[in-house]
């Protein structure tokens, strides 16, 4: 079953409305017809990982986030999959994600900011 790319697009724009008004369930459930359906983009496992971030069900938001990163290893999925590895207590996961995002982008501004905080919470 192949989508309409207007109907994938829509669907992004809805779930990242719904998330921003902090109502992750319908997001969620949006993203799961999405899913079901093949639909396959890195924004879809983006938004679903907000969504179960927002849940603070961290195990499934890192499970979506690693699919976006997979996908597309940009220095904010990085961030975010670490991120959500801080907040489940995985600091040790969490900064390696970070190490590697910053051998992909060297110098990168955000995954370096985030390594160093991250730094101050274990010292």
């Given at each position: 079953?192949?989508?309409?790319?207007?109907?994938d697009?829509?669907?992004?724009?809805?779930?990242?409305?719904?998330?921003?008004?902090?109502?992750p369930?319908?997001?969620?459930?949006?993203?799961?017809?999405?899913?079901?359906?093949?639909?396959?983009?890195?924004k879809?496992?983006?938004?679903?990982?907000?969504?179960?971030?927002?849940?603070?069900?961290?195990?499934?938001?890192?499970?979506?986030?690693?699919?976006?990163?997979?996908?597309?290893?940009?220095?904010?999925?990085?961030?975010?999959?670490?991120?959500?590895?801080i907040?489940?207590?995985?600091?040790?996961?969490?900064?390696?994600?970070?190490?590697?995002?910053?051998?992909?982008?060297?110098?990168?501004?955000?995954?370096?900011?985030?390594?160093?905080?991250?730094?101050?919470?274990?010292?």
């Amino acid at each position: 079953y192949q989508l309409d790319q207007r109907w994938d697009y829509g669907v992004i724009n809805l779930c990242q409305i719904y998330n921003a008004l902090s109502m992750p369930e319908r997001s969620l459930a949006l993203l799961g017809d999405a899913y079901l359906r093949g639909f396959n983009h890195t924004k879809l496992y983006e938004n679903a990982g907000f969504a179960w971030f927002q849940q603070k069900d961290y195990r499934r938001a890192s499970q979506w986030y690693d699919k976006a990163l997979i996908i597309n290893p940009t220095p904010d999925n990085f961030k975010n999959l670490a991120v959500t590895h801080i907040y489940a207590g995985d600091l040790k996961r969490a900064a390696i994600l970070l190490d590697a995002g910053l051998e992909q982008f060297p110098g990168n501004e955000l995954l370096q900011n985030n390594l160093t905080q991250l730094q101050s919470l274990v010292r």
